[in-house]
């Protein structure tokens, strides 16, 4: 009993991941791919390397959304817009080509948010940050630079991390302004629909009572009218019963008149 009662009590894991997934952006990765020219049977094609991580932020931890992250990350950089979905989870990868390589957005995010509303907010980090991802870049190119690649990526990362993260908290926080605010239309809507039932059913009283009053008045006249055949009725008794009396006894009374003068 007390284990089931535990059991009754604890949120279950299911809820746990709802809970902890009440967002539209759940992480975001920028990460950089140096390219090389291959030859293959006469025909040139792009060799990346493995992708370097040059900033982070959201739910690092969370291993469903970091699986989908990586699925994506290991498909090959396409001209456009990637994307795929996982479950709950979709992912969608911006890439930007250079000479050199590839610059890959990518963003993982609900799939029951708007998904142009997660393209425009990654459009947004596109414009915003790709300009201090290119530098790095032309910088990494740079043999005096190139003699501690790992410090300048951890100075990237540095920089460009807590602007994800300030980025991520924005657009979520506006998202639940959102969700505020159809809380409020839907009890607008619920107030609307309570004043209309109100007066509905105040013209439904109303006119209850007008059809009584009809009634009551109806009833009256039916009773005046009914008093009225009745006193009809009971005069023309009268009147036939004195007629009728009138009759026999000039019936009876003429011949003994007749009688006793003869």
């Not at 009551?216 to 008093?227: E, H, I, P, Q």
């Not at 004195?242 to 009759?247: H, R, S």
Request: net charge negative.
């Amino acid at each position: 009993m007390a284990s089931f009662i535990r059991r009754l009590n604890s949120p279950s894991q299911e809820t746990l991941q709802t809970a902890a997934r009440d967002e539209d952006v759940l992480y975001v990765g920028v990460t950089y791919q140096p390219a090389e020219a291959t030859k293959e049977w006469g025909v040139v094609r792009s060799a990346y390397e493995a992708p370097r991580v040059l900033g982070e932020a959201g739910r690092t931890a969370d291993p469903d959304v970091q699986d989908i992250y990586q699925r994506l990350l290991a498909r090959k950089p396409a001209p456009g817009w990637d994307e795929i979905s996982r479950g709950s989870l979709r992912a969608v990868k911006c890439p930007i080509h250079s000479v050199d390589g590839v610059t890959n957005f990518c963003c993982v995010f609900d799939a029951n948010a708007d998904p142009k509303r997660v393209q425009v907010f990654l459009e947004k980090l596109v414009l915003m940050l790709n300009p201090v991802v290119a530098d790095h870049v032309a910088a990494d190119q740079d043999e005096s630079e190139r003699k501690n690649p790992a410090a300048t990526q951890t100075q990237l990362q540095e920089v460009l991390s807590p602007n994800l993260e300030r980025e991520i908290n924005h657009i979520n926080s506006n998202k639940a302004l959102e969700d505020l605010g159809r809380k409020v239309d839907d009890v607008k809507r619920i107030m609307i629909a309570n004043v209309d039932a109100i007066l509905e059913r105040q013209e439904k009283l109303e006119n209850l009572e007008d059809q009584s009053r009809e009634l009551m008045d109806a009833s009256r006249v039916f009773r005046t009218n009914a008093r009225r055949l009745k006193r009809w009725h009971l005069m023309n008794q009268v009147k036939w019963g004195l007629a009728i009396g009138t009759v026999v006894t000039a019936s009876i009374a003429i011949p003994i008149v007749i009688i006793a003068v003869a």
